[in-house]
């Protein structure tokens, strides 16, 4: 893919690139990829940057007077690291004569649609000014169950929700390879086609200083091409690595090729939102084999058996089989109260809209097994 047709990208860099053996910031490799980044806009292509190492930044400026858990030392140094990282962000992209600027962030500026338009128009308004958007996880306010996976997961999230014709994930490795990495037989797998799975080839360990691995990578960069954007996962300590990718260069990594169809925006939003789901809609199995034909359809009240949870008008809202399988997601057309009421009635608009529903893919629903009891509990009648 040429320069000409990459007009705007999100680089994601990983803690395991941006940080040092100890644990600490590595100031170098950081101005480094400033400086690569520089080199991007004046080629007039618009950045946004998703960027680790708030806690790194942090970890050597204090010392806890007591032994924290582990929330509570992510949030200690996260919060202090935070403020580093963004400020010697601003001095290095101000040697380049740019300015950047900082997005903190969390899930509940995604799983809300109003959230997610106003921070959607934040970034759109920076890029419009010339201004590089620095993107984190609020890491500082944050919880256990309120956190992204990890900063992949929010990548994802970003680059779908600014239409970036590609999303470049930074790592300490050269990509996907088609064995152990440590093998000198493996290869890194170079092109992944459409829909094609190779999570049999990814290895489970996570990353030494992020909360990641490999395998949420594969499966974040696996939704985002689907939605049409080209995912690049490439080896960050390398020289000249994103110019060189932007050009489309011989640099070895692993392209995964986008979806000749785009999804239209809401549908993205939809997709990345499963996890912020408020509740959940059981359907009826003729309902079930109905959403799988070629027809277009919507989720009608006459095929729903149960709703579970409390919810808004517009939450996103998980679909369940009667066996308790999730079958997708989607944006409710009636708060929880309402739709307990016209539940089996046949002259109701539909619960869920097809333009806002989105189906998951087996591989996101366990390859068709029904999810563990606790799951099933949850979507219980309460």
Not at 166 to 195: C, F, H, M, T, W
Request: charged content about 25%; aromatic content about 6%.
């Amino acid at each position: 893919m040429m320069v000409k047709q990459l007009k705007r990208i999100a680089i994601k860099i990983g803690s395991n690139v941006l940080t040092r053996k100890d644990g600490t910031l590595d100031v170098e490799r950081m101005s480094d990829l400033v400086a690569q980044i520089a080199v991007l806009r004046t080629q007039g292509i618009e950045i946004v940057l998703i960027s680790s190492g708030a806690v790194a930044s942090g970890r050597n400026e204090i010392k806890p007077v007591k032994k924290l858990d582990a929330v509570s030392s992510r949030q200690l140094y996260s919060a202090v690291g935070q403020a580093k990282l963004i400020n010697r962000y601003f001095e290095l992209f101000h040697e380049h004569r740019l300015v950047c600027g900082q997005v903190l962030t969390s899930t509940e500026n995604f799983s809300s649609r109003t959230h997610y338009l106003n921070q959607k128009n934040c970034m759109e308004t920076m890029l419009e000014n010339g201004v590089i958007p620095v993107v984190n996880e609020n890491d500082a306010v944050s919880v256990t169950e309120l956190m992204f996976t990890d900063n992949d997961e929010l990548s994802g999230l970003v680059a779908a929700m600014m239409n970036m014709d590609a999303l470049i994930i930074l790592s300490n490795v050269d990509g996907i390879y088609d064995g152990n990495p440590a093998s000198p037989e493996s290869k890194v797998i170079r092109e992944i086609p459409e829909k094609a799975d190779i999570s049999m080839f990814i290895q489970p360990e996570k990353s030494a200083f992020g909360r990641g691995g490999m395998l949420t990578k594969y499966h974040i960069a696996r939704k985002v091409a689907d939605e049409g954007i080209l995912v690049i996962i490439a080896n960050g300590t390398k020289k000249n690595i994103l110019p060189e990718l932007a050009a489309g260069g011989e640099a070895v990594c692993t392209r995964f090729l986008p979806a000749e169809k785009p999804a239209s925006g809401i549908k993205k939003w939809i997709a990345h939102s499963e996890g912020f789901a408020r509740g959940a809609v059981c359907i009826d199995r003729g309902a079930e084999e109905v959403l799988y034909t070629a027809k277009a359809t919507s989720i009608l009240f006459v095929g729903v058996t149960r709703i579970s949870g409390s919810f808004r008008k517009d939450d996103i809202i998980r679909i369940i089989n009667e066996d308790g399988r999730q079958l997708g997601v989607g944006r409710a057309g009636y708060d929880s109260e309402k739709a307990l009421a016209l539940m089996g009635k046949r002259k109701a608009r539909p619960m869920i809209h097809y333009d806002y529903l989105c189906l998951l893919d087996s591989s996101d629903t366990g390859n068709g097994k029904p999810p563990d009891n606790k799951l099933q509990t949850e979507y219980q009648i309460r």
